[in-house]
């Protein structure tokens, strides 16, 4: 009985960490990964999230307690494994999958990686920053700059996250470039409107994700959740208005 509690702590725990660092709000994790005990007949349980950890507590047939904790140290946006870990915790609910077989499908989703390749991600990239221009009542010329701008500064976002762990400076090197940028491709005619140019290409930017998230933790009373993230995303956009002010300093 003990190594089947600790199989089902394995696949609660690698479900609330995959959801976690993908994205996913503390109240859903808490949820799913509470079905997921009740569904191999745990009892007692109890699981308790934040942003930066996962606590879970089942009790073992003779009433003794166990329980797991894991650290998120790790945090990025991945929507498509949050919904891959949710499909998984609806096939063990409706299914006779065993816990090992949901280990084995936990691995497969722990070496998944993103299906777009760096120049779908820049074209993707650059084709948002390109219409959030238009949306922002610019020109066709504001287009084209807000694209190359967007799409450069995001890039070195991405690969600056990629070289620091130093929270906050990626967003805010991504900022700097995005505001150096748009100076540039105005003063070279490419682009008509710098304000709109810098305002389209930090969408990408802008925490609108952890903004929602916090907004729905609190709303869930998720309180410390909701709290801490929301003022993540604050200092996230305190770095990005940093950069963008400190380049529009020397105008």
């Known amino acids: 009985m003990e190594l089947l509690t ?6 609660c ?15 859903r994790v808490e949820d799913t990964v509470y079905r997921v005990a009740v569904n191999y007949g745990m009892q007692g349980v109890s699981v308790f999230s934040v942003p930066t950890a996962l606590i ?5 047939p003779t009433g003794e307690e166990y329980t797991r904790l894991h650290r998120i140290t790790e945090q990025k946006s991945n929507l498509g494994v949050v919904a891959e870990a949710n499909e998984l915790s609806r096939r063990i609910a409706k299914t ?3 816990p090992n077989e949901a280990l084995l499908e936990l691995d497969r989703l722990n070496r998944m990686e993103s299906s777009y390749s760096p120049f779908e991600e820049f074209l993707a990239i650059a084709f948002i920053c390109g219409f959030f221009a238009i949306l922002f ?7 084209v700059a807000a694209a190359i701008t967007g799409s450069i500064g995001y890039m070195v976002f991405l690969y600056s996250k990629k070289l620091t762990n130093i929270r906050f400076f990626s967003e805010l090197l991504g900022a700097l470039t995005i505001g150096w940028a748009a100076l540039i491709l105005t003063n070279l005619s490419i682009g008509h409107d710098v304000n709109v140019i ?3 290409s930090i969408m990408t930017l802008v925490p609108g994700k952890a903004i929602t998230n916090g907004i729905r933790d609190l709303m869930a009373s998720h309180f410390i959740s909701g709290v801490s993230v929301l003022a993540d995303a604050l ?16 105008i």
């Not at 600790?6 to 696949?11: G, N, R």
């Not at 690698?14 to 503390?26: D, P, Q, S, V």
């Not at 879970?56 to 073992?60: A, D, K, R």
């Not at 200092?235 to 020397?250: D, H, N, P, R, Y």
């Open 13 to 27: 725990t690698g479900i609330g960490r995959l959801m976690l660092e993908n994205g996913a709000e503390t109240y």
């Open 6 to 11: 600790s199989k089902v702590l394995d696949v």
């Open 96 to 98: 006779d999958l065993t």
């Open 198 to 200: 810098i305002v389209a």
């Open 235 to 250: 200092l996230t956009a305190a770095a990005i208005g940093i950069g963008i002010s400190t380049v529009l300093s020397f």
């Open 56 to 60: 879970i507590t089942v009790q073992g």
């Open 137 to 143: 009542q610019g020109n066709l010329h504001d287009l």
